[in-house]
């Protein structure tokens, strides 16, 4: 069925042809994210921007009529940031993914939104480079998604998040205007950070349709540790002890509901009898001794298991573990992944309170995470064509998050506010705080017609 073509659809398919769908059978594929939570509604008109220029047209029509306007890449998000809102114009940038420049010199790569990271990276690691940020999802999400959600990843412990790597964006406001945020130099305090706020924005403030980021030399050598604990509160005491005497790049927890399944998927073999198994990653010239030392720390813990490993191919088979942990555990029901960070050394609180809040509901809940940056993913597993699971889950959801706040942690440490987290943001950041963060809205999006009723 086609959707009738009249008004700005009309305009917007005269001037863009067939980078303009209007059938609903085929912008459905265009309407959600990867949150099974967040509702979706019924666009207008997906527009599958090629050029700047077609952004640009789009968003003049949309400002011009009023009309919202969701921005997607590759639609891979989980907190309903890229869903479509009735009546809206969903602008994906997917086909605006060409890596324009690699300068080895200035070891910097200018992209196009629509690149996929893991294209990133392979292009970079081409030329002798590394492309660092790793989300779980690098193989598929898109660098225009990773900047607008700020995305973390397994080795932000060492080297940050996606912001973290951007220089300069390249970005159309609401009403049609470019901007050009950042600077080519490595060092740069001129005026307010419109880099940093486009970073993490969902698509509330413009669509970012050019970016250059950072690259760096890979590091020589890599050192894997497996640690297994008895109790979780062990394996968080390692995490702590870890950071004393090493800089490990990554640092991840899987609990054991999340390797039982993991195995049951992979037969690694794992551990499943421990509590806590924690993935220890060393880089650089000191990767070995920096391994050893986490392994000792792992060991005064009282780390039940212990396995080092300085061959890249084995560390790289062991982090599939970890990789995996979310697949897994979907094998075993439906599942809704929550996102939460709280201070490190209350990590073992928080574990307590998801465990408490599990059996309370009588669910199965999977946690693994990025436990160095206090980053856990309590996923639940639950019967979605049950309305009673269902409603369980979601309440257990609920407190999860409040648990969270509670501890002084955070509602989203990397996947974002979305519609999703949308009604926990002033309860962790305050009103005041929110206002401004409206006010700020406002001064880029006047009209308020991108991503609305997300995010902030
Ligand atoms: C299996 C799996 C593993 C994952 N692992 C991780 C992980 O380790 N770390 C992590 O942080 N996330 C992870 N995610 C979540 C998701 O992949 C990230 O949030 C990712 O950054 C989204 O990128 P995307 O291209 O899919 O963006 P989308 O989902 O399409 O959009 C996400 C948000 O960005 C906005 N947006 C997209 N493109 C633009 C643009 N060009 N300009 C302005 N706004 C834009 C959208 O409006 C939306 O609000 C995972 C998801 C899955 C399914």
Known sequence: MTVVTTGPVAGLLAALGDAVMTDSDTMIAYTRDQSLLSPSGHPIAVVRARTTDHVVTTLKTAHRYGIPVVTRGAGTGLAGGANAIDGCIVLSTEKLDRILTIDQQSRTATVEPGVINGDLAAAAADRGLWYVPDPGSRAVSTIGGNLATNAGGACCAKYGVTGDHVARIKAVLADGRIIHTGAATRKNVAGLNLTQLLVGSEGTLAVIVEATMRL????????TVVAAFAEPVQAVDAVIAIQEVADPSLVELMDRTTVSAVNDMTHMGLDQTAGALLLIQCD????????????DACRAAAATELYVSADPAEGHALMQARSVALT???????????????????????????TRIADHHHLLVGTFGHAADGNLHPTIVFDAADPDATERAHQAFDEMVAGCLALGGSITGEHGV???????????????????????????????????GRAI
């Open 216 to 223: 760096r030399r890979p590091p020589a050598r890599t050192a």
């Open 328 to 354: 897994a555990l979907e094998r075993r029901g439906s599942t809704l992944l929550d996102d939460l960070a709280v201070p490190v050394p209350r990590l073992p609180h928080m574990l307590d309170a998801i």
């Open 418 to 452: 979305g519609d999703l987290k949308r009604r926990y943001l002033e309860p962790m950041i305050g009103s005041v705080e929110r206002s401004l963060m409206a006010e700020v809205k406002a001064a880029f999006d006047p009209t308020g017609i991108l991503n609305p």
């Open 284 to 295: 650089g010239d000191a990767a070995e001794q920096e391994a050893r030392r986490s392994a």
